[in-house]
């Protein structure tokens, strides 16, 4: 299985239509898509907005439909219908999985896909035509299978990578652990006795490899 982490900065995206939701949100999380078709994907969305915008401003980008709000307070999740050309071309390139979570933070947009090499390849291809990224890294899966991952269970990885990404261990933290409880939808005790689990694990497995 194969594995490509596609980026664009916000220079690239500056002069396409993604470039509006830089105007509403500082950061965009997409959860989870619930619904795929050619014509567009049903998804939950986490959005941080901008000073002085909100859901309806969110509601007014062409491509996006809102749909329900999961939550009243603002910044909480929302269900979209989202016809943007870029997700219906990763949603439905056939052998291939949008890894949850992708994000759109302060004008730029990162995705992790992963499939069997061929569509994989494919996938770049149209993306370099259609919307030319800034970035790609290709890796095999097997790569990631180490030590540290053994060590860990499923979900201790998941919250301690998703820690990881979003700089909840940097100086001021970049997130708060309710935030990265939200991303996945879980309690914030859950969230937080799976990292601290995780975080013994890594301690341990790296106090082995010295």
Request: charge should be negative.
């Amino acid at each position: 299985m194969r594995e490509v982490s596609v980026a664009w900065t916000r220079e690239s995206l500056s002069k396409t239509d993604l470039s509006e939701l830089d105007d509403v949100v500082h950061q965009l999380t997409f959860l989870a898509n619930l619904l795929i078709t050619p014509e567009g994907v049903r998804q939950i969305v986490l959005p941080t907005y901008r000073e002085g915008k909100s859901v309806d401003d969110l509601d007014s980008i062409p491509y996006i439909k809102v749909e329900q709000r999961l939550n009243d307070r603002e910044g909480q999740a929302l269900i979209i219908w989202n016809t943007h050309s870029l997700v219906c071309l990763a949603s439905t390139t056939e052998n291939i999985h949008v890894m949850p979570p992708s994000e759109y933070q302060d004008g730029t947009l990162m995705l992790t896909v992963r499939g069997i090499p061929q569509s994989i390849a494919s996938f770049v291809k149209l993306t370099k035509v259609f919307l030319p990224p800034a970035d790609i890294r290709v890796s095999d899966v097997r790569a990631h299978e180490n030590g540290l991952e053994e060590a860990l269970t499923q979900r201790q990885h998941e919250c301690y990578t998703l820690a990881l990404k979003h700089g909840y261990y940097k100086e001021p933290k970049g997130i708060t652990m309710q935030a990265l409880a939200d991303i996945l939808g879980i309690a914030r005790s859950t969230f937080q006795e799976h990292l601290q689990s995780a975080e013994q694990a890594v301690l341990v497995w790296a106090g082995d490899q010295l």
